[in-house]
């Protein structure tokens, strides 16, 4: 493979070095190596992402990288978090694809390296069903970022690059196409608008987006309520098993995610889990315990 020479290299850290002194010269030479290793970092980042896109595992990924399934998805999940995984017939409402262009732009403003729930939440002021529930309890974007910031340690972003969908915000999208979905019944389409997620954020206990309401004062049971018109906050359940509509299709116990090659589940007695949730519990646990990390 052609490339720049350990010549081509040393005379570029003597070109940029302060001075002719060698201390100076080895300055500009760990600053010439740490830009060299981001790059190749970026370049590993981009075809990791590729591998995942393609549906190859993360035991596959660590075996060429040398290192363990666990190690591996740690060391590039947050980097290459997976897009929300919908089921056949199931869309987002172009208000709700507004509302979550709008959250990655606060996200930004805010200099997050992802976009988290306290983000969607800011989002979804944009407009909708969501926006005018959010309005009438006088939530704005300047107070959840204002609480967001006083409650987490964000990790920052480099400013570079758009932030993409945290794995928490994934599993948030995910499960207001749930609730969507479960409403629905057996219609052809479903979409998934702004007071589905509204839900979900709003009455998941563990989520930021909730932790972020409850600072503000807002009442969740007001803001159920609200919604009571739009969705339940108890989706029928799916059928069991019968001749008529054969066996239910393997889904996340968690955020409802069906069960495809690219998108496995981890089952359990009763209970079933997507790596995203998995990711999830493992943040929210090291957020609660750091000693764990």
């Not at 009438?136 to 959840?144: F, H, P, Q, R």
């Not at 207001?176 to 389409?189: S, T, Y």
């Not at 029928?236 to 496995?264: D, L, M, V, W």
């Given at each position: 493979m052609?490339?720049?020479?350990v010549?081509d290299?040393?005379?570029t850290?003597v070109?940029a070095?302060?001075s002719d002194?060698?201390?100076?010269q080895l300055?500009?030479?760990?600053?010439?190596a740490?830009?060299?290793?981001?790059?190749?970092?970026?370049?590993?980042?981009?075809f990791?992402a590729?591998a995942?896109?393609?549906?190859?595992?993360?035991?596959?990924i660590?075996?060429?990288?040398?290192?363990?399934k666990?190690?591996?998805?740690?060391?590039?999940?947050?980097?290459?978090?997976?897009?929300?995984?919908?089921?056949?017939?199931?869309?987002?409402?172009?208000?709700?694809?507004?509302?979550l262009?709008?959250?990655?732009?606060?996200?930004?403003?805010?200099?997050?390296?992802?976009?988290?729930?306290?983000?969607?939440?800011?989002?979804?002021?944009?407009?909708g069903v969501?926006?005018?529930?959010?309005?009438?309890?006088?939530v704005t974007?300047e107070?959840i970022?204002?609480?967001a910031?006083r409650?987490?340690?964000?990790?920052?972003?480099t400013g570079r690059e758009?932030?993409?969908?945290s794995a928490e915000?994934?599993c948030a999208?995910?499960?207001?196409?749930?609730?969507a979905?479960a409403?629905?019944?057996?219609?052809?389409?479903?979409?998934?608008?702004?007071?589905?997620?509204l839900?979900?954020l709003?009455?998941?206990p563990?989520?930021?987006?909730?932790?972020?309401l409850?600072?503000?004062?807002?009442?969740?049971?007001q803001?159920?309520k609200?919604?009571?018109?739009y969705?339940?906050?108890n989706?029928?359940?799916?059928?069991r098993?019968?001749?008529?509509?054969?066996?239910?299709?393997?889904?996340?116990s968690?955020?409802?995610?069906?069960e495809?090659?690219?998108?496995?589940?981890v089952h359990?007695?009763?209970?079933t889990?997507?790596?995203t949730?998995?990711?999830r519990?493992?943040q929210?646990?090291?957020?609660?315990r750091?000693?764990?990390?």
């Amino acid at each position: 493979m052609e490339g720049r020479t350990v010549d081509d290299l040393t005379a570029t850290v003597v070109a940029a070095a302060a001075s002719d002194d060698s201390l100076d010269q080895l300055d500009a030479a760990l600053g010439t190596a740490a830009q060299l290793s981001s790059q190749a970092d970026a370049v590993v980042d981009a075809f990791v992402a590729r591998a995942r896109r393609d549906g190859r595992s993360w035991t596959d990924i660590g075996a060429r990288l040398g290192v363990s399934k666990q190690a591996a998805r740690k060391r590039f999940t947050d980097a290459n978090p997976p897009a929300p995984a919908l089921a056949p017939g199931v869309r987002l409402e172009p208000r709700l694809t507004t509302c979550l262009a709008q959250a990655t732009r606060h996200a930004e403003a805010m200099g997050a390296a992802a976009v988290g729930p306290e983000h969607l939440l800011a989002g979804l002021l944009a407009e909708g069903v969501a926006a005018a529930i959010l309005d009438k309890l006088s939530v704005t974007a300047e107070a959840i970022t204002a609480s967001a910031r006083r409650l987490f340690d964000t990790p920052r972003g480099t400013g570079r690059e758009t932030p993409p969908l945290s794995a928490e915000a994934v599993c948030a999208v995910e499960a207001a196409a749930h609730h969507a979905l479960a409403a629905a019944g057996h219609a052809d389409e479903v979409a998934v608008g702004t007071e589905h997620l509204l839900l979900v954020l709003a009455l998941d206990p563990g989520s930021r987006a909730r932790r972020v309401l409850t600072d503000l004062g807002v009442d969740i049971a007001q803001i159920k309520k609200e919604l009571a018109c739009y969705v339940t906050g108890n989706p029928r359940r799916p059928r069991r098993f019968s001749r008529r509509h054969g066996p239910k299709q393997p889904a996340c116990s968690f955020c409802g995610a069906p069960e495809t090659p690219a998108r496995r589940l981890v089952h359990g007695p009763g209970v079933t889990i997507c790596g995203t949730c998995t990711q999830r519990a493992a943040q929210s646990l090291t957020a609660a315990r750091p000693e764990l990390t």
